[in-house]
């Protein structure tokens, strides 16, 4: 007897039909009847067509000098408009007649535009902020500056014009004879009071003055720049700046001898800078290559201390008196293989257009504050540093038995007191110091999670800063803004609404631009007083193209842990042709932390793994797990500590069972699950930990076994025990499971993906898990990413297309549409004039 393959195989050449039971069919007729993916709606809201449909979703002001106003660009469907808004008036008007200048840039360039079409750039307020300078490219050809022949490669550019506009009488000057001044060097730190500049070169530290690095920023050959060298001992990895790390072979070889970048923090005064200066020589190499890299393959080599390696970079801070141009290294020596964090000074919201800003330590003339940080991360210092006799004094201590976090903090009247973020009591709150680390009070209390200080009113004693989880009745994760008195009494919520905020508020805190939104909402913006009363209405975004696209709203939802104690909070998305009666497939899209959770709060243009993979036909899902974000309780975040594999997964698997008992669309017997980094850790470890629940997963750019990722994130999340011995000497032991350890488990469809030159996560995560799997002679798919960093770059959308054919063969059985489908195709678009883009 022929077996049925053969038969369906005959069938399909000859044309006849098979018998097969009682049934007759033809092989076509069954191909036609199986199920089917739907490429078609999740190609069209890829991100190049989104970008086409969904345009501005926030206000962003550029705060002025002079004044409370602020302008901001705003862009929907109709084009943009550039707006100037007077809060003490209550007005919001539009700087340009956009119909009025286009006319005259068209008869100026001879180019032709539009209101809906003016490509203007580099949007400037002068210092009267009476008028407005701007750049708008043409189409004319021209010889750039440093080139002599209009024959070779890359010596032609296009024209830019230059622009004046006076906002009172809406006059458009054309300044003749502009050069487009070359940007800021990224090398280049300047002093505030723009005297020096300091910069790195050859792993030593140079400087020039004001008039030099004018010359420098025209054109970084001059012969004629006159530079100064401070340091002579520096050498690679162990450099003063920028040692040359993320580079290959070729490249630093190549900018070994060009103006790098110094990281230096300037006294306000300019009479003093620091440097945070890492011996890393003794730190083990790790390498990628480049195979895809022109010419020869590529060699990387970067210094990569792994979990519980002894070999451990050594921190300095170097003080640097540059009037005497000498300096000196500070003993800030307090735990074996400690890290330091030197802090620079907030900076203010009325310079973000200024790009030759300072970079200025925290602090005063003559005091910085830095933090060090234990190995084991369980002890961190807040420390001052007097400037005049180089004294380090720890002033605040933070002691925990798992690790200990920290974030800068506010200096009040030049650090005679100290407002300081801690997690002490099991919730992070501000805490009151004086100048000598004494606590003074506690500011805030109670079972919420503050997040970061916005602004400080010195002069009235009133903290404004961020928090989440403190409403009732909302998700906990939403962001508001709040303001409260040093002593801890009068706070006061200052954007209420059901919403998750994201607010810019002005450096005299006098008013904020107010962003809201949720994942089931147009996102809104509104400017609010100090006080919390709306002044105006600003923006609603306009998703009117998305929408008619077929776009729907995901669903926010609440389960249990896998504890039946804890709140998890999740979203929910359907396919958009969405029908109640049939049963989808669910996937499960991770990020287990604990840094963040993978759950977006507010509307979102970014839709790839989420929104986008629901349209193949499957309910997809997005929650939080015990051990995840920061942004709720100590405990919550740390729950994982020392289980850095295992922690998540029960509550992701009892969150798709609590949903599938409450849904009858879902199909709890086709689960998928997926993620990137620690996602895709994740999704493979659930395959194997519970081989017979998660059926199908895609696993990008995991950290399979965290033994070899990096020594931060591991040690601090997963802890490492510091061993102190009878004769003093401090070592370090690290233990973790690993996803290869228990590859013999996998029985369902894994696709695991890595890019070859991934410096954070090292490819051999993915060659390791990969070798556990076929030594248990286990299927899978491998797929390598050639020449990709750990986002995966210009292959990302041929990694979700690879993804999704993984899904629809293994969770709906579309075997033949994963075959035929062209991925350049699909993400294809044809435009207007029949032409096709992309």
Request: with cysteine.
């Amino acid at each position: 007897m022929k077996p049925l393959y053969f038969m369906f195989f005959f069938a399909a050449v000859s044309g006849f039909s098979v018998h097969a039971q009682t049934k007759t069919f033809t092989l076509t007729e069954k191909i036609s009847e199986s199920p089917k993916a739907n490429y078609q709606l999740a190609s069209r809201f890829s991100p190049a067509k989104l970008k086409k449909i969904v345009y501005s979703t926030s206000v962003d002001p550029h705060w002025l000098k002079l004044s409370n106003r602020f302008w901001y660009v705003y862009e929907t469907p109709a084009g943009k408009q550039w707006y100037m808004v007077d809060p003490a008036a209550k007005s919001k008007k539009a700087i340009f007649n956009l119909a009025n200048l286009a006319a005259e840039i068209t008869t100026i360039v001879r180019d032709p535009f539009d209101a809906q079409h003016l490509p203007i750039e580099e949007l400037k307020f002068s210092k009267d902020e009476k008028s407005i300078t701007f750049e708008l490219k043409s189409t004319i050809e021209e010889l750039k500056k440093d080139r002599k022949d209009k024959k070779a490669a890359d010596s032609m550019q296009k024209k830019v014009f230059f622009f004046n506009y006076d906002i009172a009488s809406a006059k458009l000057t054309e300044v003749p004879n502009y050069t487009k001044p070359k940007a800021k060097p990224s090398w280049g730190s300047v002093a505030p009071d723009s005297s020096a500049i300091i910069f790195s070169r050859n792993y030593n530290l140079y400087w020039m003055d004001k008039a030099n690095y004018i010359k420098a920023v025209k054109n970084e050959e001059d012969s004629t720049i006159v530079e100064h060298q401070l340091t002579k001992d520096g050498v690679k990895f162990y450099a003063y700046g920028s040692d040359g790390d993320g580079e290959n072979n070729e490249e630093n070889e190549k900018n070994n001898k060009k103006r790098r970048r110094a990281y230096v923090l300037w006294s306000p005064n300019s009479k003093y800078f620091v440097l945070n200066r890492e011996d890393s020589r003794k730190v083990k190499d790790l390498w990628v290559i480049n195979n895809t890299a022109a010419g020869r393959p590529t060699l990387e080599t970067y210094k990569y201390q792994m979990p519980g390696e002894k070999e451990a970079p050594i921190d300095e801070i170097l003080l640097f008196n540059f009037q005497a141009k000498t300096y000196k290294k500070l003993n800030i020596s307090a735990f074996k293989d400690q890290s330091v964090s030197l802090w620079g000074a907030p900076s203010l919201n009325k310079d973000r257009d200024n790009e030759f800003r300072p970079s200025v330590w925290l602090g005063n003339d003559s005091k910085i504050y830095f933090s060090r940080t234990s190995r084991d991360l369980k002890r961190i210092d807040v420390c001052m540093v007097d400037i005049n006799t180089e004294k380090v004094s720890p002033l605040i201590d933070e002691r925990f038995n798992t690790y200990v976090e920290i974030n800068r903090p506010g200096l009040v009247n030049d650090g005679k007191e100290i407002i300081h973020w801690s997690e002490r009591d099991g919730w992070a709150h501000f805490y009151l110091f004086d100048a000598n680390g004494k606590l003074k009070n506690q500011i805030t209390k109670g079972a919420f999670h503050c997040e970061n200080i916005v602004n400080i009113d010195q002069k009235n004693r009133v903290l404004y800063f961020t928090a989440n989880g403190r409403e009732a009745k909302e998700d906990p994760y939403y962001l508001h803004l709040y303001r409260i008195n040093f002593d801890g009494s009068g706070m006061k919520l200052l954007n209420p609404g059901d919403f998750d905020h994201a607010i810019n508020m002005n450096d005299e805190a006098k008013y904020f631009v107010n962003n809201f939104s949720r994942v089931n909402s147009v996102p809104k913006s509104q400017l609010m007083d100090g006080n919390g009363n709306k002044v105006m209405d600003l923006e609603t975004a306009d998703l009117s193209l998305l929408m008619a696209a077929g776009y729907k709203f995901p669903e926010p939802f609440k389960v249990k842990a896998d504890d039946g104690i804890t709140d998890l909070y999740g979203v929910m998305y359907k396919p958009f042709d969405f029908d109640p009666a049939k049963k989808y497939p669910i996937i499960e899209y991770v990020y287990p932390g604990p840094q963040t959770e993978a759950v977006n709060k507010s509307f979102t243009k970014s839709m790839d793994n989420t929104d986008r993979l629901a349209q193949l036909g499957y309910i997809v899902i997005s929650i939080g797990n015990r051990g995840g974000n920061p942004a709720r309780s100590k405990w919550y975040h740390t729950f994982g500590y020392g289980n850095l594999r295992d922690y998540g997964l029960a509550d992701k698997k009892v969150a798709i069972e609590q949903l599938a008992d409450k849904y009858s669309f879902i199909d709890i017997s086709r689960v998928g699950i997926t993620g990137h980094s620690g996602g895709g850790f994740m999704s493979t470890a659930a395959m194997l930990v519970y081989p017979d629940f998660f059926k199908v997963a895609v696993s990008k750019a995991g950290n399979h076994d965290n033994s070899i990722y990096n020594r931060w994130w591991s040690e601090k999340h997963h802890g490492v025990k510091e061993i102190v011995s009878a004769k003093g000497d401090t070592t370090f032991k690290y233990n973790i499971d690993k996803n290869p350890e228990i590859a013999k488990n996998l029985k369902g469809h894994l696709m695991i993906m890595t890019g070859d030159i991934d410096n954070n996560v090292h490819p051999a995560n993915t060659i390791r898990l990969a070798n556990a799997l076929m030594k248990a002679g286990k299927r899978f798919e491998f797929v390598i990413l050639p020449g990709q960093r750990h986002g995966f770059g210009d292959l990302t959308e041929y990694a979700f297309w690879k993804l999704a054919d993984h899904f629809n063969k293994y969770l709906i059985g579309d075997f033949t549409q994963p075959d035929q489908v062209d991925i350049l195709e699909i993400d294809r678009e044809q435009e207007r004039n029949g032409k096709s883009g992309g």
